[in-house]
């Protein structure tokens, strides 16, 4: 198991939280996504490491940026 914490930049509220959820989870692998909307903490559970590329995108689908 493998865990990840990410930075999201432009979320505004819980249905911004609910959009960022939904596509990081769509992540082959992904087992837990937990978001927190004041900060823009992105924590990603997976069953293996991650490629940034792949949670970049599924960010990215919601319409916020992933800092690097």
């Excluded at 992904?30 to 903490?41: A, K, S």
């Excluded at 924590?43 to 990215?60: C, D, H, K, Y």
Aim: net charge negative; aromatic share 2%.
């Amino acid at each position: 198991m493998s865990t990840s914490t990410f930075t999201v930049t432009g979320m505004t509220c819980g249905h911004c939280v609910r959009s960022v959820t939904e596509e990081v989870s769509e992540i082959p692998g992904v087992l837990e996504v937990q978001v927190e909307l004041d900060t823009g903490r992105l924590t990603v559970t997976s069953s293996a490491p991650l490629e940034e590329s792949a949670v970049r995108g599924a960010v990215e689908e919601a319409g916020y940026q992933l800092v690097a």
